[in-house]
C-alpha cells in the first residue's frame, strides 16, 4: 500500500507562498459613518477588511476609543440602513435603528449602547421579507420612537411608535403606498407635525401627540378627495410654516398652530401659479425662504407672517434667471444662505435681512461654476462644510462674513463623494466629526474644532498596509489547484491559480485589462477544469472556462450579447453529474436556469421557469437531481427541460438549505404558519412542514444549515428564545432547541455552523462571555470551549474550516495577540492560538482561504508584506474531493478519519443502495475518469483495497492501522468507493474520493 503514496515535505509554521503586491498602493480606508451620542459616549461606523463595518465607541480620546463589539462575525459587518438623512434616532437612553440580516431582513433594532442590549425589537415583516425603508422619516421624542416604513407585503404606508420592545411598538395609521409619499415628521408642541394621505381628504398635513387618539388631521386645504401636497415644515415663532396647494391658489406659503381654524395662507402671487416657497429659515423674527414671480424668478423673500409684511427681499439675479436661494444656516445676526447671481455660480451669500445688506461671502468655486457642497453642520456659530466637484477635498468654514469664510483644510482629491463628509457634533458640539482622506491614513476620523489647526486626524482604523487582497469563501480542495481572485495592486481583482508552492502560484491572466478587475465571482470545479464568472469589460460578467494555465483562460459563452453580462450568474452555481447548473439573463428570457459542460454547444438554457425577472434562489444537489425555489415555486431539475418541473406544495418562497438522508430542507410559509422548516422526498405527497417552531404566522425563519450525525443543525428565532441553536432529524417530534445559549428572548446568534467527523462547531454570543467558540458533542451537548477574549468582549471566531476530523482553523482576536490564527480539537485545552504572525496587538487577520495538497491556505498580514497568500501544513488531515454521484435524492458519501501516523484510521460509506455490493479503492488523486451512469473516478493508478456489502442502511465500514513510521509524515493518497446502485453490477454510483495526508 505504501508504495501508492507520493511524498510532501511538510512544514511546521505558515510560510508566505509569494508576495504578489509588490506596487506600492493607497492605504486601506474604514469609511466612518453613522455618527450618534449615548449615555454620555459616541458610537460612530467604522469598517475593516477583519470585521467589515462594525461599531466604535469613544469617550473623545484615542486611548477610549474601541471596537463596541463584533455584532456580526466575520467581515459582514453591522451595517444601519439610513432613516431620512441619518442613520440612528436616540431617546429615553435608547437608540433606534434599522439594519439588514439574511434571517429577518431589514427591520427595526434597538441598542442601550452596551452589546447584549442591542437586539431586534420586532418584525414589521416577519420572515426574510423587509418593509421598505427607501422613504422611511423617523423621529425621537419623550422617550418614544415615531416612523412610518412601506408594508413590504401589502404596499402600505405605516405609522409606527415603538419603546423598543415588541409589545411596545404600535401602529398609529395605515394608508394605501398609492396615495403619495410620506414626508419627515417635525416636531411641534407636544407631539409632532407630518404629511399624510387617507382616502377622503387627499394629501393633508396631520398632527400627533403620539397616540392613536391624538392622531388627527390638522386640516383640509384643498377640499375632498384632492391633495395640497405639504412639505417644507418649519418653525417659525408659534406656529409652523410650510407650503401647500389649495387647488385655487397653487403653491403658496402657509402658517398654522395645529389647529384647522389657526391654519391660514399667505399669498405670494395672485392666480392659480402660486409662489412655490421652498428652503425656510429664521432671522430676528422674520421668515425668509425662497420664491418664484413672473418677473424676478426665484429669489429671497421674507415675512412676518401676515400677508402685508411679506415681499421680495433681494433679487441677486435680475431678470428672469434666478438665483435659486437655499437657506443654509442663521449665524449670529446674519443668515447664510447659497444662490447664484448670474456670476459665481451657487456660491454661500449672507444677509442681515435688510434689502441692501445681501453679501457674497466668497468665490470658493471660482469662476461660473457652483460649489457643490455635500455636508455641514453648524459649530459654535460657524458653519462647516465640505464640497465636491472642482473643489473635492476641501473642507470649508464660514462665520456670516467674507473675513471669516475660508479652507480649513485641503484632503486627497478623489473623484466623487463620500470621501469627504461632516458626520456630526462630537461630544454635545464642542467638535465635528469628519470623514476625509489626508493621503496617507485612507479615510478616516477627522475632528475639527472649526480652527485650521484643530482639524486633525483622531484615529486610523483600518491600518493594514497595502498587500495582495485575496478572497474567496473557505472551500475543500484535493490535489488540484485552487483558483482565488487575487488583487496584486496593479490589475485589480483578477483569476490566480495556486498549487501551494511559489513556483505554482500565478496569474490566469489580466481578463480584463487595466486597474478595473474582472470582478471574480463563484468558480466550480469542472473535472480537472474550473468554470469562472468573469467580467472583461467587454461581455459584462459571463461564463469562463479555464484548464489552469492563462493560454486556456477564455471566454466560454457570451450569454447576453454585448457588453451587458448576464447578471446573477456569480450568486449561484452547482455540479451535477458532468455539467454545472447557474442562473444568467440572455437578454431575451430573464434570469433563468442555464447549464453547461464547459464548451460553448453545451451552453444552455434549460429551461425558461417564469417570466421576467423573479426571485432565483440557492442551488442544493440531492443524488442525481438539483432542487432550488425560483418564482415562489419548489423546483427539480436533472440539468435538462424534459427533467425540470415544479414540486407542488401548499407553501410559497423556498429556500433550500440541506440534504439530510433521502430528503431535502427548505424554508418556506404557507400563509398561515410563517416561514418554517419543511422536507421534501422530491414529490408532492411527500413534500410537508416538519415543524412550526415558532406558532403563528409569525415564523422562526431557520436558516444556516449543517448535517452533522443524521441530523440537519440550524438556527431559529422564538419570542421566548430569540435566535438559538436547534437540529431536527426530519421529523417533527426529531425537531428541537439544542440549547439556549443567550437565555430569555436575547439572542446567541449561531453562526458559522462547521461539521467535523466527531463534533459540530459553531459560533455564538452570551451576555457573560460576547461572541465566542461552542461545539455540540455526540448525544447533543453543547459546551463554550474557550472565552477567548474574556469576559462580554467578543472573541469573534469566523472562517471556521475543518481540515480532516480533529481540528477546526478559524480567526480570533484577543487584547494581547489581534486576530490571528487558532484552531480547536473541541476541547478548552486544545483550543490556541496557532501561531501571531503580526506579534503584540496588531493583527494579520490570517484565515484559512482552501486547502490545496496537504497544505491550507491562508490569507494573513505580518505587518511587513501586507495582505498576502500563506501555506500551513496542517499534519494528518483528510478532505473530500469531487462530487458524489448516486440515484434517488441519496447523499452517497465517503468519511475517513484523519491517517495520524501511529493510530487506527476509519473509513465509512454511508448513504448508499441498501445491500448493494462495492469496492474501495485506493490510488493517486488524479484526473476525473467517466466510469457510467454521469459518474466518475477520481484517482489514478487505483487498486482494490476492499470489497464489501453496504447494509440494509447502505452502509459500510472498516478500519485501517497507520504504522508509526516518521517516513510516511506527508505521504498523501485517495479512497473512493463505487457501489452498485441497482440489482446489476454496472449500474454504479460512486462516493467522492477522500484525499488524505499521513502526519502526526
Given amino acids: 500500500m505504501l508504495a501508492l503514496f507520493a511524498t510532501l515535505a511538510s512544514g511546521q509554521v505558515p510560510t508566505l507562498v509569494r508576495d504578489v503586491n509588490r506596487q506600492p498602493a493607497p492605504p486601506p480606508d474604514s469609511f466612518p459613518g453613522s455618527l450618534f451620542e449615548l449615555g454620555g459616549s459616541m458610537y460612530f461606523t467604522a469598517g475593516t477588511e477583519a470585521l467589515g463595518n462594525e461599531w466604535y465607541r469613544s469617550d473623545g480620546t484615542v486611548a ?15 451595517a444601519i440602513v439610513p432613516i431620512g438623512s441619518g442613520g440612528m434616532h436616540v431617546s429615553g437612553g435608547r437608540g433606534y435603528f434599522f439594519r439588514f440580516d439574511f434571517v429577518h431582513g431589514v427591520e427595526l433594532w434597538t441598542t442601550d449602547g452596551t452589546v447584549q442590549g442591542t437586539h431586534l425589537v420586532v418584525e414589521l415583516v416577519p420572515g426574510s421579507g423587509s418593509p421598505n425603508v427607501s422613504n422611511t422619516y423617523g423621529i425621537s421624542i419623550n422617550g418614544r420612537f415615531w416612523f412610518h416604513v412601506e408594508d413590504g407585503t401589502t404596499g402600505d404606508v405605516v405609522l409606527f411608535t415603538s419603546d423598543g420592545t415588541a409589545a411596545g411598538t404600535v401602529e398609529l395609521l395605515r394608508r394605501p403606498s398609492s396615495a403619495g409619499t410620506a414626508g419627515p415628521l417635525v416636531p411641534f408642541g407636544n407631539g409632532f407635525v407630518f404629511r399624510w394621505s387617507d382616502p377622503v381628504h387627499g394629501l393633508e398635513p396631520w398632527f400627533s401627540d403620539g397616540t392613536v387618539a391624538g392622531t388627527r388631521l390638522v386640516a383640509d386645504l384643498s377640499p375632498g378627495t384632492q391633495s395640497s401636497r405639504p412639505s417644507g415644515f418649519s418653525a417659525f415663532g408659534n406656529d409652523l410654516a410650510f407650503s401647500a396647494d389649495d387647488g385655487t391658489h397653487g403653491s403658496e406659503l402657509w402658517l398654522t398652530d395645529g389647529t384647522a381654524a389657526g391654519t391660514r395662507m399667505i399669498e405670494l402671487v395672485p392666480g392659480a401659479s402660486g409662489g412655490l416657497p421652498i428652503s425656510f429659515g429664521v432671522l430676528g423674527g422674520r421668515l425668509y425662504f425662497g ?5 424676478h424668478g426665484r429669489e429671497l423673500w421674507s415675512s412676518d407672517g401676515t400677508q402685508a409684511g411679506t415681499a421680495l427681499l433681494h433679487d441677486l439675479s435680475p431678470s428672469f434667471t434666478s438665483s435659486d436661494p437655499q437657506i443654509a444656516a442663521t449665524l449670529g445676526g446674519r443668515l447664510v444662505f447659497r ?7 451657487s456660491e ?3 444677509t442681515d435681512g435688510t434689502p441692501s445688506g445681501a453679501v457674497l461671502l466668497g468665490d470658493l468655486a471660482p469662476g461660473p461654476v457652483s460649489l457643490l457642497v455635500e455636508s455641514s453642520a453648524v459649530l459654535g456659530g460657524r458653519l462647516v462644510f465640505s464640497a465636491i466637484g472642482q473643489v473635492a477635498g476641501s473642507l470649508f468654514v464660514t462665520d456670516g462674513t467674507p473675513a471669516g469664510t475660508g479652507v480649513l483644510r485641503n484632503f486627497v482629491s478623489v473623484p466623487g463623494p463620500s470621501n469627504l463628509l461632516v458626520l456630526g457634533p462630537w461630544l454635545g458640539g464642542s467638535q465635528l466629526l469628519l470623514r476625509a482622506n489626508d493621503g496617507i491614513h485612507g479615510v478616516e476620523p477627522w475632528l475639527t474644532d472649526g480652527t485650521s489647526a484643530g482639524t486633525q486626524l483622531f484615529i486610523d482604523i483600518a491600518t493594514n498596509p497595502a498587500g495582495t487582497t485575496a478572497d474567496g469563501a473557505p472551500r475543500p480542495g484535493g490535489n488540484e489547484p485552487l483558483v482565488l481572485p487575487i488583487d496584486d ?14 513556483v505554482g502560484t500565478g496569474s490566469l491572466g489580466d481578463v480584463r485589462p487595466g486597474a478595473a478587475g474582472s470582478g471574480v465571482g463563484t468558480s466550480v470545479a469542472l473535472g480537472r477544469r474550473t468554470l469562472l464568472f468573469l467580467d472583461d469589460g467587454v461581455h459584462g460578467n459571463e461564463p469562463w472556462i479555464t484548464d489552469g494555465t492563462p493560454a486556456t483562460t477564455r471566454l466560454l459563452l457570451d450569454v447576453w450579447p454585448g457588453a451587458t453580462g448576464s447578471g446573477n450568474a456569480t450568486r449561484f452555481a452547482i455540479r451535477l453529474r458532468d455539467r454545472v447548473l447557474f442562473w444568467a439573463a440572455d437578454g431575451v428570457h ?7 459542460d464547459g464548451t460553448p454547444a453545451g451552453t444552455k438554457l434549460v429551461r425558461d421557469l417564469a417570466p421576467g425577472n423573479t426571485a432565483r434562489g440557492p442551488f442544493v444537489r440531492a443524488g442525481e437531481r438539483v432542487l432550488f425555489g425560483a418564482d415562489s415555486r419548489l423546483w427539480s431539475t436533472d440539468g435538462t427541460d424534459a427533467g425540470t418541473a415544479p414540486i407542488p406544495f401548499a407553501g410559497s418562497n423556498p429556500f433550500v438549505s440541506a440534504v439530510l438522508g433521502d430528503r431535502v430542507l427548505f424554508s418556506a410559509s404557507d400563509g398561515a404558519h410563517g416561514i418554517e422548516l419543511w422536507s421534501t422526498d422530491g414529490t408532492s405527497a411527500g413534500t410537508y412542514l416538519v415543524r412550526d417552531i415558532e406558532p403563528g404566522t409569525r415564523g422562526s425563519s431557520p436558516g444556516r444549515f449543517a448535517v452533522w450525525q443524521g441530523r440537519a443543525y440550524f438556527r431559529a428565532t422564538t419570542l421566548a428564545e430569540g435566535l438559538e441553536l436547534w437540529s431536527t432529524d426530519g421529523t417533527p417530534a426529531g425537531t428541537a432547541l439544542v440549547a439556549d445559549l443567550a437565555p430569555g428572548p436575547d439572542s446567541a446568534s449561531p453562526e458559522s455552523l462547521t461539521p467535523m467527523s466527531t463534533m459540530l ?21 453543547v459546551a463554550l470551549l474557550r472565552d477567548i477574549w474574556p469576559g462580554p468582549l467578543d472573541g469573534g471566531p469566523s472562517d471556521l474550516f475543518a481540515s480532516g476530523s480533529r481540528y477546526v482553523w478559524f480567526t480570533a482576536g484577543e487584547a494581547t495577540g489581534g486576530r490571528e490564527l487558532w484552531r480547536s480539537d473541541g476541547t478548552p485545552a486544545g483550543t490556541s492560538r496557532v501561531v501571531d504572525l503580526r506579534p503584540g496587538p496588531a493583527s494579520s487577520d490570517a484565515g484559512v482561504i482552501g486547502a490545496v495538497g496537504s497544505a491550507l491556505m491562508l490569507s494573513a498580514d505580518d505587518g511587513a508584506t501586507g495582505l498576502e497568500l500563506w501555506a500551513l501544513d496542517p499534519g494528518a488531515s483528510v478532505r473530500p474531493v469531487g ?5 434517488g435524492m441519496r447523499h452517497l458519501r465517503l468519511d475517513t478519519t484523519d491517517p495520524v501516523l501511529g493510530q487506527v484510521m476509519s473509513i465509512a460509506v454511508t448513504g448508499a443502495a441498501p445491500s448493494r455490493p462495492g469496492i474501495l479503492l485506493l490510488g493517486l488523486p488524479g484526473s476525473a475518469v467517466p466510469i457510467g451512469n454521469g459518474c466518475e473516478l477520481l484517482l489514478a493508478a487505483p487498486q482494490l483495497f476492499a470489497s464489501f456489502a453496504t447494509d440494509p442502511a447502505g452502509a459500510w465500514s472498516t478500519t485501517l492501522p497507520i504504522p508509526a513510521l516518521p517516513g510516511l509524515d506527508g505521504l498523501r493518497a485517495a479512497f473512493q468507493a463505487v457501489v452498485a446502485g441497482g440489482p446489476y453490477l454496472p449500474d454504479l454510483e460512486s462516493t467522492p474520493a477522500s484525499f488524505v495526508v499521513l502526519g502526526r
Avoid: K, M, Q
Fill in 348 to 350: 454661500y451669500w449672507s
Fill in 64 to 78: 477610549g476609543t474601541a471596537l463596541f463589539g463584533d455584532l456580526e462575525p466575520g467581515n459582514g459587518g453591522f
Fill in 489 to 502: 495592486g496593479v490589475a485589480g481583482y483578477e483569476p490566480w491559480i495556486t498549487d501551494g508552492t511559489s
Fill in 761 to 781: 462547531f459553531f459560533s455564538a454570543f452570551s451576555p457573560a462571555t460576547g461572541r465566542e467558540l461552542y461545539r455540540v458533542a455526540p448525544g447533543g451537548a
Fill in 339 to 345: 444662490a447664484s447671481d448670474g456670476v459665481h455660480g
Fill in 883 to 887: 462530487i458524489p454521484c448516486a440515484r
Fill in 590 to 596: 430573464g434570469v433563468e436556469l442555464w447549464a453547461t
Fill in 291 to 295: 420664491a418664484s414671480d413672473p418677473i
